[in-house]
């Protein structure tokens, strides 16, 4: 079964977003490879640098970016090379179309 992952490189400092593409994969390390061999700006880092995080709320959210037929067939996939985020403080976006963060980052600008 095919899992979601964020795959980043962690730039951003709070409040700011880290560059990320969604990967469908059966593992951590599989989606790390997928993204560095298919996205360009991932080419553009050393392949060490990139993380790579399993996500585990909002999974039927996440998995409505995936290609429905790849997911099908369990072929691990790039969903999405710019996933939703708040343009204000750069998390991503809570199934709702909201950011989880905003309250956190308005509470740490004080």
Do not use: Q
């Not at 560095?36 to 039927?60: A, G, H, K, P, S």
């Amino acid at each position: 079964m095919l899992k979601s992952y964020f795959v980043y490189i962690p730039i951003g400092s709070f409040c700011e977003p880290d560059p990320a593409v969604l990967v469908f994969a059966r593992y951590s390390t599989e989606a790390k490879k997928i993204a560095y061999r298919e996205c360009e700006w991932c080419r553009e880092f050393n392949y060490i640098e990139l993380r790579v995080r399993l996500i585990r709320e909002d999974t039927d959210y996440w998995l409505s970016f995936a290609d429905k037929e790849k997911l099908e067939k369990e072929i691990p996939h790039i969903a999405s090379k710019e996933p939703p985020y708040c343009e204000s403080c750069g998390a991503y976006l809570s199934p709702d179309g909201t950011c989880p963060l905003c309250k956190e980052c308005e509470e740490a600008a004080l």
